[in-house]
């Protein structure tokens, strides 16, 4: 492998609780109970993307109230245990990049106690290609800035998305098993599964 890129939500950062609640509360302030295992069904979708999957169309509100009432979930953000140390390792010997559907102003505050951002010299948000997850082309875009063949790549995420748009681009696709409990859609299609962020230091090299 030449290049190690990363997903960020569910993956880097730990944001589920920030964004669930989130989620769940500005729905019952607009009058509509929704259970957290519902509102976890949208996990690591756009916020529109989600809104839509629960059945609230064409609400560009609902997409702002839940951006403005994550502030409240922020303290919940925090890195994956050995996130740092993984990065730190894999940095020594291979390329790495970000690769995420958040807003690089979103990402930013997330990180901001975390300085993650430093261990990666190419960055690729939301916004920046015409197309998201699970198109290929934020990670396109990516290989491209890294000049890395596709084959040389691993793409490292905890979602169907991850998985399609890695493929999608003909880059390996490892699934960060620690951001995830969900391990059926992704046995004999991933090409890879690391249980702990140390796994991808050892494992990487024998794909």
């Known amino acids: 492998m030449q290049a190690i890129l990363f997903d960020v939500d569910g993956t880097l950062l730990d944001t589920e609780h920030m964004y669930m609640l989130a989620l769940q509360a500005v729905l019952a302030d607009a009058g509509y109970q929704v259970s957290y295992e519902q509102v976890y069904a949208t996990f690591g979708l756009p916020s529109v993307e989600a809104l839509a999957y629960l059945g609230f169309t064409k609400r560009p509100d609902l997409v ?5 009432r994550c502030q409240n979930y922020q303290a919940r953000v925090q890195p994956f245990p050995g996130i740092r140390t993984m990065l730190t390792t894999l940095g020594q010997h291979y390329q790495l990049g970000l690769v995420t559907s958040n807003q690089a102003a979103e ?14 010299p190419v960055q690729v948000f939301a916004g920046q290609t015409k197309r998201r997850k699970p198109a290929p082309d934020p990670i396109n875009l990516a290989l491209k800035q890294l000049a890395c063949p596709p084959g040389q790549a691993l793409y490292i995420g905890d979602s169907l998305h991850d998985m399609q748009a890695a493929h999608a681009a003909q880059a390996n ?20 599964i690391f249980e702990e962020p140390a796994a991808v230091s050892e494992q990487v090299g024998r794909l």
């Open 173 to 192: 696709f490892g699934l960060a098993g620690w951001g995830t409990t969900v391990r059926q859609p992704f046995l004999g299609q991933a090409d890879a």
């Open 107 to 120: 990402f930013l505050e997330h990180d901001r106690p975390f300085n993650l951002s430093t261990f990666f």
């Open 64 to 68: 702002q109230a839940w951006q403005e």
